[in-house]
């Protein structure tokens, strides 16, 4: 992190415990709510007219001569002709990938876009009529959750591992039904799955069936199998 970076964040961290008025805080905090409520009513408004979408989460700096970005194309390609469509977060790697796989069939290509300061910038394969942009992560994760019916998670870093282990949780605790998790890249997965078996079911912060939560895969075929098995007896609609 540069110097500049370093003062910006420092300025961030000072405003935060700075001192304001009773008036101040009313003012900023009543505007804060009704953005917050108009990412919610914007996209509900979209996404409740889409129909039966996957999720497909990854990293935005994977690249597109990487074999994930070509399993994440053809994953989202088989989903569409299996009947999904495809919800990214609109930016580019796998997210791009998995939004180019579904506009190649002509499916339902959904783009959760939101502003960072850095490598997230729409992709070009979305449609223009569901390419939505947020400023609140929490407000784009219950737009992911609500209307997925399943989650396909690309080896990615923190973000990835945030809305990971978010679509788990929500499991877990029977806040959403038991929706199929596949994770993709047994390579990539497989330190974090020891780890978590080893260490987490050993301290008993998580029983062993929570790791039955997840399907771990590698090949395209695979990870849409899991979606298609789950849902031979199950009508789709939103999460809750």
Same mark, same amino acid.
């Given at each position: ?32 709510i009704?953005?917050?409520m ?11 007219? @889409?129909g039966?979408?996957?999720? @497909? ?29 495809v ?124 790791l039955?939560?997840?399907a ?11 979606i ?13």
């Amino acid at each position: 992190m540069t110097e500049n970076n370093w003062k910006e964040e420092e300025e961030k961290i000072k405003q935060a415990f700075g001192d304001k008025t009773w008036a101040q805080i009313k003012s900023e905090e009543s505007w804060r709510i009704f953005k917050i409520m108009s990412e919610f009513v914007e996209g509900i408004d979209k996404l409740s007219k @889409i129909g039966p979408c996957v999720s @497909i989460f990854g990293s935005a700096r994977t690249s597109p001569e990487s074999p994930y970005y070509k399993i994440a194309e053809e994953i989202a390609a088989k989903l569409v002709r299996h009947g999904y469509g495809v919800i990214t977060g609109g930016g580019p790697g796998i997210m791009e990938a998995g939004n180019k796989g579904a506009a190649s069939e002509r499916g339902r290509s959904v783009g959760l876009n939101i502003e960072l300061p850095f490598e997230q910038t729409p992709n070009p394969y979305i449609d223009s009529d569901k390419n939505m942009n947020f400023d609140f992560f929490f407000v784009r994760k219950v737009m992911f959750v609500k209307y997925s019916q399943g989650f396909i998670i690309m080896p990615g870093g923190l973000g990835t591992l945030d809305e990971m282990f978010e679509s788990l949780t929500l499991i877990q605790t029977h806040k959403i039904g038991r929706f199929p998790v596949v994770l993709v890249g047994k390579d990539y997965w497989s330190g974090l799955i020891d780890w978590m078996k080893k260490t987490m079911v050993a301290a008993g912060n998580i029983h062993e069936e929570d790791l039955e939560l997840f399907a771990l895969v590698d090949t395209p075929t695979e990870a849409v199998r899991v979606i298609d098995e789950f849902y031979a007896k199950y009508l789709l609609k939103p999460n809750f």
